[in-house]
């Protein structure tokens, strides 16, 4: 056990530096969870996107966050999810986590749908029902609670940062609600 003030040498963080060298260097896994609402068959009513301030521009976006070393990708969905959403979104992890897509992000544009001008990043996506109170934290503004086909809309996917709005098409048709 460490003592008060010891940083724990195996705590998953990376300091700034780091995280700059590693980003230049090696793909890094991150997972990404498509909010939703479901009725009592389970089928998906209402899809949550959160809006974000990015470099003074607003986007849409979801959950999203890398795994820490160490980390089971549970954990991982868990704590982003009550990272970006707070503590009561009381989210209902599935019990296998297989993912519904595996999400290529690239620093340049072309080589994928997917861009992230920091790194290049590998990302599994969840559809994760929720079925307490969002209240979104850290960098999230708001989340919009959404029908399907409003999400799905063209309109509403233009504005997801990073090509996310494949992603949030693709989770949609994953879970049989694709207009």
Known sequence: MSSVG??????G??????????????????VEAVPVRVDG????????????ANDGEITRTLVSGRVMYGETLRDALFRHLEKDLGPMAFPLLP??????SVAEYFPWPDSSQFMDARQHAVSLAYVVPVTGTCEPRQDALEITWMRP????SE?????MEGGRGSLLRAALASVGVLP
């Open 13 to 30: 963080w990376l300091s700034d530096e780091e995280l700059a060298e590693i980003r230049r260097r090696l793909p890094l896994l991150y």
């Open 95 to 100: 019990a296998n986590p297989v993912p519904f």
């Open 6 to 11: 010891t940083p724990d040498p195996n705590s």
């Open 41 to 52: 068959l389970g089928r998906v009513i209402e899809v949550g996107m959160l809006l974000r």
């Open 149 to 152: 086909a409003e999400a799905a």
């Open 155 to 159: 309109s509403i996917t233009a504005d």
